[in-house]
């Protein structure tokens, strides 16, 4: 096995940089039946040949990396600190979080750096939803399709079909690829104008008006036992430190399987399961980028803001935050619903001590 190999590659300047590779016959992911293992070296030639749309959505953003030790099966871990050893001529950004504390993060703008990433141990790299001008006001709208079990593909393409349609009647223009598992990811560019909490809402309002259309195909439910067989809508997606997978990204499942960018029209056809490390190459060269003119036109984000407006006026509240989220007013109780005890709880969901 060799030790290193060195690799060329344009940093953020356009200037050639040498990112040292070690152990590039490491195992990343194990062979399957699909596919052959793939090595830190593979994981860096596929990188290279998706450099330019996957940087499209990397560059400019905050991102955390998702890295293993040990490859796909060993440990897996989230670096939200900039690992030790960032290239001088890498950046960051600083970044507040939920609990009020701020810090760096590393910014992927070029092939240099995001093949530095992977030497590092990145395996799935996951921007935020804002630019490194402002870090406060998403310019994007993400909405994940989750899947319950019990539900097929051809299920949540419905779904996102769906919510393509309510989207566009609020005047978004929707983007959708799949996950690199069960679901598929709908994104939308947006005039960064609202604060985190504000676009969090705005998704909650399409989400709920989603479910309203298809009630027995999709949910908002935030507990697991309250969603049966339904397709959750993931709304919290959309809170500040909440972050997807980035279009061309590898995932952490057995077989290397990769999120992709489709068109609308390709959706119901393709088998997510066979786009892979070991594929995608040759789908970008056949079918090319269909995200490229995500940010051209952002959409405004006011027709989905009326929409929670709108559910306010229903009587339709707040939604669960996740459960790292410092408590927010008008919360539901962060506890399960079989679990909960009403004498338990006032009206502003906090325990109250017996």
């Given amino acids: 096995m060799a030790d290193a190999t060195m690799l060329t590659a344009p940093g953020p300047d356009g200037e050639d940089r040498e990112v040292r590779l070690s152990s590039p016959d490491k195992v990343v992911w194990p062979a399957t ?54 290239p001088e001529w890498s950046r960051t950004t600083m970044v507040t979080y939920p609990s009020g504390r701020s810090h760096p993060q590393l910014v992927v703008d070029d092939l240099a750096t995001l093949l530095w990433t992977a030497q590092m141990g990145t395996v799935t ?64 560019a947006i005039e960064p104008r609202l604060e985190f909490l504000d676009v969090r809402h705005a998704v909650i309002g399409l989400a709920r008006e989603l479910e309203r259309r298809l009630p027995d195909l999709v949910t908002t439910a935030w507990w697991k036992e309250e969603r049966g067989e339904r ?14 997978a980035a279009a061309w ?36 060269a056949e079918h090319g980028d269909p995200w490229a003119g995500l940010h051209e036109e952002p ?40 679990k909960k005890v009403a004498e338990h709880w006032d009206e502003h969901g906090n325990r109250v001590e017996g």
């Fill in 125 to 188: 790299w996951h921007p935020w939803p804002v630019l490194t001008g402002d870090n406060d006001h998403p310019d994007e709208v993400r909405i994940d399709l989750d899947p319950q079990p019990g539900r097929v593909f051809a299920d949540v393409v419905e779904a996102a079909q769906g919510l393509r349609e309510v989207m566009q009647e609020v005047g978004l223009t929707p983007y959708v690829k799949t996950t690199g598992n069960r679901g598929v990811h709908v994104f939308a």
């Fill in 231 to 244: 397709i959750f809508v993931d709304f919290n997606q959309a809170t500040r430190d909440r972050t997807l």
């Fill in 299 to 338: 959409g405004r984000i006011d027709g989905a803001y009326a929409l929670w407006e709108a559910d306010l006026e229903r009587g339709l509240g707040e939604l669960n935050f996740p459960p790292d989220h410092p408590k927010m007013p008008g919360e539901p109780p962060r506890v399960q619903p079989s």
């Fill in 33 to 86: 039946d699909g596919g052959a293992a793939i090595t830190k070296a593979a994981l860096a030639a596929y990188l290279t040949v998706v450099a330019e749309p996957m940087l499209r959505g990397l560059a400019d953003r905050p991102v955390t990396l998702q890295r293993v030790r040990g490859g796909i099966e060993g440990e897996v871990f989230y670096s939200k600190n900039p690992p030790k050893g960032v």
């Fill in 249 to 284: 990204s590898p995932r952490i499942q057995p077989g290397a399987p990769v999120s992709v960018p489709v068109t609308w029209e390709q959706l119901g056809d393709v088998v997510p399961g066979e786009l892979t490390v070991h594929t995608v190459p040759e789908w970008l």
